[in-house]
């Protein structure tokens, strides 16, 4: 499996390639068959990595928190909801969630685990979202992640291979 510090630059090498395989996904791939593939792949990655010793997700992205969540996670690091907001959080641009102050995620502690523990969100559990049906829909922004997440990463070259996808060079 690539190595975390380098997908950046292997994914950037591959954008084209990439690009023109979701092309190639969005008019050849059945639905239901794709899923099946993303998430039988997710499966087997997963269940050998271990995901604290890369933690790209957390340090490239700002953490998002619906407001539903804000009482439990600060019941959770025993701190006030507005202890808990003015700590961490600020509004998202869209207004309605929070996202954390800083990146990497404010929540990211040093040894690869998250602060809120079994109350992290629920975007942050499913990320990289490969696992989830509907995956023809969304091949855009798996490009985007195929840049943070080796295995999504993974996934989508064994999912070239799978496919006997080619590129003109």
Partial sequence: ?????????EAKKKESENFKFRTFLKCHADEKELDWQFLHLHKELFADYDCSKCRNCCKMYKGSIPVEDIDRDAQYLEITPEQFIDTYLEKEDYGINYQTKHKPCDFLQEDGNCKLG???????KKYPYTDQPERLSSLLSILDTIEICPVAFEIFERLKQKYRFRTRR
């Fill in 1 to 9: 499996m690539i190595h975390p510090d380098t997908i950046r630059a």
């Fill in 118 to 124: 079994d109350c992290k969100p629920d975007s942050c």
